[in-house]
């Protein structure tokens, strides 16, 4: 420990005796001059200010080579720095059977040394994703790999995984034959901790209350300190980077490079669960958690503002980047039941949960803080932003109900505010309730109400989502024309703003009146791209929209095999992040093109799940357009009068709605008619056809399902 004392214990390992009146150093170097050897120096971080001793070797002696292991670099010239990497670990989502997740370094390690303590372990099957998760946890490091395999004498792994929450705690009793402080994790940790400044142990500390990782910016705002303030008591930026270098080099922190060129840091796990327990000791815990919760939620304001803007791609990465860090926010005001702040928050980040599809994660946060005793107390401004977060999130999963009632509360705040813009939105909702459930007329008018309230407000943003939910609309009553001057402007009112997203579903707008019209070419070409900006923006529902309609291009085109394919991929991405109305449709879509592929039991199976989602619920175009191929099935597999009726029931349905039906399924619809025409003859024909005229939606979708029904049960009008 002694950096006086470098020289002489190398001499001791050569076996080389001082001698008297000379310096030591200048007898190694007699000694090792002219020889070629291999020099290893282990453990250097506690004696790092001996640095000088190899250089000084190395430079007098060209055959001497120098190996030092070192938790720091020595900073001296000529050294070359080897990082050591954690051990290579299973990459995450990815499903590997018990061989191929054995030759991976971390998981070979843990076998290997959990059998040296039970020799009939093996990894099978059943425990390979638990010990390859536990890896993951212990971030690869091999002494702690090392220490929690010694533990399967006692816990299995899954027994050990649930445990890790107390890791410091698991991971001990490493082998005697090891120096004291490799007996333990918390030893080892503890030994490098100690080998660093006070103010900078301060800072190690205070960097556990991120989650994930964070920027260079981010710990000077959150881990102030006595040294290195500047006026607000943020650490200046030339301190925090001298520190965190320090840090770095100490391997108490890893720094990586982001693509955005910024340098992300983090903590390993086990590195940051003893500095939480520093952190703890130290009575700054509470005071430091609020600064962290008060830096993220500037960052989910300005967010908030920047997302419908030209920045939006860049927030929405950064946010997706610091979404453990607005988590433990979230979770330190529900800890501190601050109904205010969690308030703030949900309703700052609600548009990012919206972008990126966390619905589930989103509405969980804000329920929590909007059923907090005193939200009521809450200021209206705070309260209402997360009231239409709710009611937006709610719509999004299609809970019509709850959204209704939130909006419902929603507007009476937003009166009382004198913000008449925001009632654009609560119209549109209304709109969108209204189409699905196939009352146009109430629909249109809602949605004409919501569009000159944003005009009137001259909203931009407001005016490009009510141009869009009228486009919708009016394309379904048959008026594209109209539709096409909805979305154009739309469009450039989004383009206007830098808002990407909602320039992504104004295309999408516009490819749906290209595969209205029956024109393949234009759907490609659009769709095309708004895949390519939905994916770079992670927004899965237009991505699974623009997935669709380039699978019914492809099967306008004749490709059936491509269209299937790109018609599953949606329907997966769709059933992933919880979109009711994209399983629907895409359900829908797969039935259809099942049909064209004349695979009948596939495509019963679809269109009846279709169904039983989509009834009453919504969206009942779907449903209707489900209803039509149902009674092509029929008509293909000789059940004329069946498809007579249904498809008689869908004609009224759509007069009813006052939805006509699109060109591009105009030649099928005919050829089923024509299909069912020849299989019942003229006069019982014109009879079904009659009688269909008379049947409701409800009657439709029960012949519907009843056609479509399994095994000996299913029959339609012909069998009964």
Not at 137 to 165: K, N, Q
Not at 482 to 499: K, T
Not at 562 to 586: K, M, S, W
Request: with cysteine; net charge negative; glycine share 10%.
């Amino acid at each position: 420990r002694d950096p006086q004392l470098v020289p002489a214990y190398i001499a001791q390992a050569l076996g080389v005796t001082d001698v008297p009146g000379r310096p030591l150093t200048a007898t190694l170097i007699s000694r090792l001059s002219g020889q070629r050897l291999l020099l290893l120096l282990d453990n250097f971080e506690q004696v790092v200010e001996a640095a000088g001793v190899p250089l000084q070797l190395c430079a007098a002696c060209p055959g001497l080579q120098v190996l030092i292991t070192s938790r720091v670099p020595l900073r001296v010239r000529g050294e070359q720095v080897y990082p050591v990497p954690p051990l290579a670990l299973p990459v995450p989502g990815v499903t590997v059977g018990a061989e191929a997740l054995g030759r991976i370094a971390a998981v070979a390690l843990f076998v290997q040394r959990a059998q040296a303590r039970r020799p009939d372990f093996t990894l099978t099957d059943a425990n390979s994703a638990v010990v390859g998760e536990l890896c993951a946890r212990l971030d690869g490091l091999p002494l702690a790999i090392e220490l929690a395999a010694a533990r399967v004498s006692v816990l299995s792994p899954a027994a050990l995984l649930t445990r890790m929450g107390e890791a410091l705690g698991v991971l001990t009793e490493g082998p005697r034959d090891l120096p004291a402080r490799q007996r333990t994790i918390r030893d080892v940790i503890a030994w490098s901790y100690g080998l660093i400044a006070q103010e900078k142990q301060a800072l190690f500390r205070r960097l556990a209350v991120f989650a994930g990782g964070f920027t260079l910016a981010a710990a000077g705002e959150v881990c102030f300190s006595t040294a290195g303030q500047d006026g607000d008591g943020a650490m200046t930026s030339a301190a925090v980077l001298e520190d965190m270098g320090a840090l770095v080099e100490a391997s108490l922190v890893q720094a990586v490079e982001m693509p955005s060129s910024e340098v992300w840091f983090r903590q390993l796990n086990t590195i940051r669960a003893f500095a939480l327990e520093q952190l703890e000791a130290s009575g700054e815990a509470a005071a430091v958690r609020q600064r962290h919760a008060d830096y993220y939620l500037a960052l989910a304001e300005a967010a908030s503002t920047a997302l419908a803007g030209p920045e939006q791609v860049t927030w929405l990465t950064r946010l997706e980047a610091e979404h453990d860090n607005l988590r433990a926010a979230l979770g330190w005001a529900r800890e501190q039941g601050d109904v205010t702040l969690g308030l703030r928050l949900t309703g700052a980040l609600w548009p990012f949960w919206q972008r990126h599809n966390h619905f589930n994660e989103g509405r969980h946060w804000l329920d929590h803080f909007l059923r907090l005793e005193g939200a009521r107390e809450a200021p209206a401004a705070v309260r209402v932003a997360a009231l239409t977060g709710a009611a937006w999130l709610a719509h999004d999963q299609d809970d019509f109900e709850l959204a209704d009632a939130l909006f419902e509360q929603g507007l009476t705040l937003y009166q009382a505010l004198g913000q008449t813009a925001q009632l654009s939105g609560v119209l549109a909702h209304r709109a969108i309730v209204a189409r699905r459930q196939g009352l146009y007329e109430e629909a249109a008018a809602l949605a004409e109400k919501s569009l000159a309230i944003a005009r009137d407000a001259a909203d931009e943003a407001a005016i490009g989502y009510a141009l869009f939910r009228l486009g919708l609309i009016t394309r379904e009553r048959g008026d594209l024309d109209g539709a096409r001057q909805d979305f154009e402007e739309c469009l450039s009112r989004y383009r206007a703003l830098g808002d990407r997203v909602g320039e992504a579903f104004a295309l999408l707008g516009l490819s749906d009146l290209a595969r209205d019209q029956g024109d393949p070419e234009t759907v490609q070409t659009l769709c095309t791209g708004t895949l390519a900006l939905c994916r770079e923006l992670e927004h899965h529902m237009g991505t699974g929209f623009s997935l669709n309609n380039l699978a019914l291009a492809a099967a306008m085109r004749g490709d059936l095999g491509q269209a299937e394919t790109l018609a599953a991929e949606a329907l997966e991405l769709f059933r992933e992040h919880g979109i009711p109305g994209g399983v629907v449709e895409l359900l829908v879509t797969s039935g259809r093109l099942a049909c064209d592929r004349a695979e009948y039991d596939r495509a019963r199976a679809m269109l009846g799940e279709a169904l039983v989602e989509g009834w009453p619920a919504g969206p009942h175009w779907m449903v209707l357009t489900a209803v039509e191929e149902t009674a092509r099935v029929a008509a293909a597999t000789g059940d004329g009068g069946t498809a007579v009726y249904l498809l008689g029931a869908a004609d009224a349905w759509r007069e009813r709605m006052g939805v006509p039906r699109p060109a591009y399924r105009r030649a099928s619809v005919a050829a089923t008619w024509a299909a069912a025409r020849r299989a019942l003859g003229a006069d019982a024909f014109a009879r079904a056809q009659r009688e269909a005229g008379s049947l409701m939606p409800e009657d439709a979708v029960a012949l519907a399902l009843r056609c479509l029904g399994p095994g000996p049960g299913r029959g339609g009008i012909t069998q009964r």
